[in-house]
């Protein structure tokens, strides 16, 4: 098969001839339509993540199952699918509980700790792909259906983990990149009132079209100051931050209101300070988030399958030019997600 491998991080892709997956016991294999482009395999490619190389990147995608191995049930040749992230046991304490990404067997990642979706067929344990629910027409719309499971998967399960209510005020930090301008659409499906906050000028229409009522450009003056004023000296219910720097921890903990909430994931993941004893007069809390439990990734798909949310794919292009692809993704420059074409739905 074709496959985009990286040699070794911080190189180019070369596209290859490899061997065909073959499904061993437990496992399948599924032909691959599209693959979504994001920061997080970006920072493998790099070098910022750590992954042993060569290796074949991706994991949001959009396929169909081509062979099984045995002992396999939950898929078939001919289903539609996509990919958790996770490959998680699906048999732990953790996993029988919907923490599968706190398994406790945890082997790693699709497309960082084996091979992925930058290539014709992909090969993973059998219960990590996830069968599409009907209605999610992923043959006309397979780059928007496999960035599902990333780019508003995540968001989806920031809005339980920091419980997020209709009317309640929610700044999202970094609102302009991939899983930002994600969470503007669905805290605003949550009917919240959203506040973008980002240092990307260029980036503030899309904010506001995915939901943003008001924007603050972090860039200039105080951000705290500028949520307090934004809310009439209540302050924010939830804090949203997908930078994760300490200024930009400690400016959405300042912000927040009574029984305020903070969800960090992703980003920098720098150590920050906070005032103890305002946390515990005003009942605030501060809460981390990683990725999604298998219900949470059925529950987005169904979303999308209902029309009630969709994604933000702002550049698609084919698997060839996936380096000039991930260079607008370095550089910023890609609104919600990019998606790379693999073969053709039929």
């Not at 997956?21 to 691959?32: D, F, I, M, Q």
Request: charged share 25%; with cysteine; glycine share 10%.
């Amino acid at each position: 098969m074709k496959a985009m491998v990286l040699e070794a991080p911080n190189t180019a892709f070369v596209m290859k001839d490899v061997p065909d997956p073959v499904a061993g016991p437990g496992e399948a294999v599924a032909k691959v339509f599209t693959v979504g482009a994001g920061l997080t395999i970006q920072h493998i490619k790099m070098g910022r993540m750590p992954a042993e190389f060569p290796r074949i990147i991706g994991h949001e995608i959009t396929a169909e199952i081509v062979d099984v191995g045995p002992a396999v049930s939950n898929v078939k040749v001919g289903d539609a699918v996509t990919s958790n992230f996770y490959l998680m046991c699906g048999h732990c304490r953790n996993c029988i509980k919907g923490l599968e990404p706190l398994c406790e067997n945890l082997a790693g990642m699709v497309g960082k700790d084996c091979d992925g979706g930058y290539a014709e067929y992909i090969k993973l344990p059998a219960h990590v792909f996830v069968k599409l629910p009907d209605g999610l027409d992923y043959k006309n719309h397979p780059e928007e259906v496999g960035v599902i499971t990333d780019a508003l998967a995540t968001p989806y399960k920031v809005l339980k983990r920091g419980n997020i209510r209709p009317g309640e005020t929610v700044a999202v930090f970094g609102a302009g990149g991939g899983l930002g301008i994600h969470q503007l659409v669905l805290a605003k499906w949550a009917h919240a009132r959203v506040i973008a906050v980002d240092i990307d000028k260029d980036k503030f229409d899309a904010c506001r079209k995915a939901g943003a009522d008001e924007v603050v450009d972090a860039s200039q003056g105080d951000v705290t100051q500028a949520l307090m004023d934004l809310t009439n000296g209540n302050g924010i219910d939830v804090a949203v931050d997908y930078v994760s720097t300490k200024a930009t921890l400690e400016a959405g903990i300042n912000a927040l209101g009574p029984s305020g909430r903070v969800v960090t994931l992703g980003g920098a993941g720098e150590d920050f300070t906070t005032n103890a004893r305002k946390l515990l007069f005003y009942e605030q809390s501060i809460l981390g988030s990683r990725y999604v439990s298998r219900i949470e990734l059925l529950e987005t798909l169904e979303l999308c399958a209902r029309g009630e949310i969709w994604p933000i794919v702002g550049l698609k292009r084919p698997l060839a030019e996936a380096e000039e692809v991930h260079e607008q993704v370095e550089l910023g420059k890609v609104t919600g997600r990019a998606a790379l074409r693999v073969a053709d739905p039929v």
